[in-house]
């Protein structure tokens, strides 16, 4: 399956506005940065995590914990995916318990990622909270999940695919749908 | 560590050192790290082998590689079931290839096995559909001790590359010394072997090693030393004299050790220790001792392997379903 791009959603610029929008809109939900910590789910959620912290620390002067999350070990597809998932780093160097886990992806779509993420966490304690942060909401949804702070909302076909391309991954910043 | 890991795993077996590639490894090696976190984690478990059975069969003695099995089993969530021969059908005269089979039946996905006949684990993947992975058979292979050994080595320095790693003892009889000198060599370390003439195999240089009768100068400009068990029962058959000419001559004391040594040199083994043969007591509880990292460390690289082949069976398996629905 060879997918085309079909449109540009965001660009650089308009990535950077949608987060910094997001870390206003987390630090006005939880009044203040007291108790939240920001892990992301590997890979992009996790750089996506970091910068969100940054504008946070920005906003408010005050450092937020960041954490980021590998899903692999939990994942539900083990059996089904073609290509082969290498295990990368799960770095909480923090304790969650009684905290306010703000969760950060890239891209929402069935679920099952989230979920992963949510069965992962709870064994790493018992957090006063998880809030999820996504970049881009396409819909889908295959498990009752919802996001608390969505980038932007990017109505698709199930065949067609979203990719947030990062600098640190991908050498460059966009989100582009794929059909 | 942002490595891009490219390489796949495609091999079923872990039957050897032998024929794996370096990258083949260190994709172990590197996976095994993150293992290694998870074993930090408040609950050190993880729901990745669920509904996956692992069968030990463990037809000689052993404490360290069975517990370290079966708790990298366990993590993973997987069944495990261990059987071991001197209380089971084997006593009875069931062939190796009829146990296996038998157990097969009750559907089970992977075999750890240990054997004392070199070349038996490589017999039972032949003969059965699960996963055989060689937890050490004869003088032949211990593929993971090798691989929980390099692991290690790469925690306390950081490379392999040029590092000098002298192997020390009776390697005639020691699986866990071939399987290190291939892990080493295609690391890129050298590795030098030292024992008593009797137990070093003649022609072991072919092996790419260098070989020395001297303890001194196998100490000498080495970063680690691997020190090997000295099989007290092959004192019966006259290998070398005596226990005690051995300490003498071969035992790792740490006077020996400030007298010639590297300062910051790293000592292993394997287990289990004959305390004051060859390693002497304020050795093997020293600084210099890496002794129960390795232990730790076999968990997690035990891990690795068994997560990277339950990937290859569950591709095959659905590979399989789709035949059928085809």
């Not at chain 2, 370290?68 to 006593?91: G, H, P």
């Amino acid at each position: 399956m060879n997918l085309k791009e079909k449109s540009k959603t965001l660009d650089e610029a308009g990535i950077k506005r949608t987060l910094l929008r997001i870390s206003h809109e987390i630090i006005e939900k939880n009044q203040g940065t007291d108790e939240l910590v920001v892990i992301g789910i590997r890979n992009r959620g996790a750089y996506l995590a970091e910068r969100i912290a940054e504008n946070m620390k920005a906003i408010e002067g005050k450092d937020v914990p960041v954490g980021a999350i590998d899903i692999t070990l939990y994942r539900d597809d083990l059996s089904e995916i073609a290509e082969q998932p290498v295990l990368q780093s799960t770095d909480i160097d923090f304790d969650i318990n009684n905290k306010k886990i703000i969760l950060v992806d890239d891209v929402l779509f069935t679920g099952r990622t989230v979920r992963c993420a949510l069965d992962e966490l709870v064994d790493f304690g018992r957090p006063a909270n998880i809030q999820l942060a996504v970049l881009v909401d396409r819909g889908h949804r295959e498990f009752p999940i919802r996001p608390d702070f969505v980038g932007k909302n990017i109505p698709t076909s199930k065949d067609e695919s979203v990719e947030v391309r990062l600098k640190e991954t991908d050498d460059k910043e966009e989100v582009v749908v794929l059909a | 560590m942002k490595k891009e890991k490219t390489i796949k795993w495609t091999r079923k077996h872990l039957l050897g050192i032998e024929g794996l590639t370096a990258e083949e490894i260190l994709l172990i090696l590197d996976q095994a790290e993150e293992f290694k976190e998870v074993l930090e984690r408040p609950i050190p478990k993880v729901p990745t082998l669920r509904g996956m059975t692992i069968v030990n069969l463990f037809c000689e003695a052993s404490t360290r590689t069975r517990s370290s099995f079966e708790l990298a089993a366990k993590r993973l969530s997987a069944d495990t079931l261990s059987i071991v021969a001197s209380s089971s059908s084997f006593v009875k005269g069931e062939t190796l290839k009829d146990t296996a089979r038998n157990i097969e039946a009750m559907k089970i996905d992977m075999i750890v096995m240990r054997h004392a006949c070199a070349g038996a684990p490589h017999f039972l993947s032949g003969c059965v559909d699960a996963s055989v992975i060689n937890a050490g058979d004869g003088a032949h292979e211990h593929p993971t001790q090798a691989l929980l050994d390099a692991f290690t080595i790469r925690k306390k320095i950081g490379k392999f590359k040029g590092l000098n790693v002298s192997i020390i003892g009776d390697i005639s009889h020691s699986r866990v010394a071939r399987s290190n000198i291939w892990a080493l060599n295609k690391l890129g370390a050298n590795v030098t072997v030292c024992g008593p003439k009797t137990l070093i195999p003649a022609q072991i240089e072919k092996m790419g090693v260098k070989v020395t009768y001297d303890i001194d100068e196998a100490i000498k400009g080495a970063d680690v030393l691997n020190v090997l068990r000295i099989q007290l029962e092959r004192q019966e058959k006259g290998l070398f004299p005596s226990i005690r000419e051995y300490v003498k001559c071969f035992g790792i004391t740490k006077d020996r050790l400030e007298k010639t040594a590297k300062k910051d040199i790293v000592v292993m083994h394997p287990g289990p220790i004959n305390r004051g043969v060859e390693l002497s007591q304020d050795v093997a509880d020293g600084k210099y001792s890496v002794i129960l990292d390795q232990v730790t460390n076999g968990v997690a690289v035990r891990m690795a392997v068994l997560f990277l082949l339950s990937q290859v069976i569950r591709a095959s398996a659905g590979k399989d379903e789709k035949l059928e629905e085809d």
